[in-house]
């Protein structure tokens, strides 16, 4: 499975930007898809995920109401809008991709990753 994320770039903070995640996978619909960010210096965290129907859908405390994900099982794509962005919300954002149940927050459940997108939220 390969994925590829895309839709990062320089936004002021307020700003708003969506990012894009395409996958390879021959049967998308099996993967709950999660994004993981990780700012200078920090390490990598749990920005948000969803279930392979896209039913589910859970957020880290710090984006909650301002992020949201969904999927496209149809185009083998996940998205991530994120409205309403701070300074601290730069990062390099990266999509993953898990077979196991559960577990959404766990990035060492995830089993594919992409190569992450650059936001840089400009104060």
């Known amino acids: 499975v390969q994925l590829q994320a895309s839709g990062g770039g320089l936004v002021q903070a307020g700003g708003s930007v969506r990012l894009s995640c395409a996958a390879s996978?021959?049967?998308?619909?099996?993967?709950?898809m999660g994004w993981f960010r990780q700012a200078p210096g920090k390490e990598r965290e749990f920005v948000g995920a969803?279930?392979?129907?896209?039913?589910?859908?859970m957020y880290a405390d710090s984006v909650k109401g301002r992020f949201t994900i969904s999927r496209d099982n149809a185009e083998k794509t996940v998205y991530l809008q994120m409205n309403s962005l701070k300074p601290e919300d730069t990062a390099v954002y990266y999509c993953?991709?898990?077979?196991?149940?559960?577990?959404?927050?766990?990035?060492?459940?995830?089993?594919?990753w992409g190569q992450g997108t650059l936001v840089t939220v400009s104060s």
């Open positions: 969803i279930s392979r129907s896209g039913r589910t859908t």
């Open positions: 996978a021959p049967i998308f619909s099996t993967y709950d």
């Open positions: 993953a991709a898990k077979t196991t149940y559960l577990f959404f927050s766990d990035s060492s459940k995830y089993n594919y």
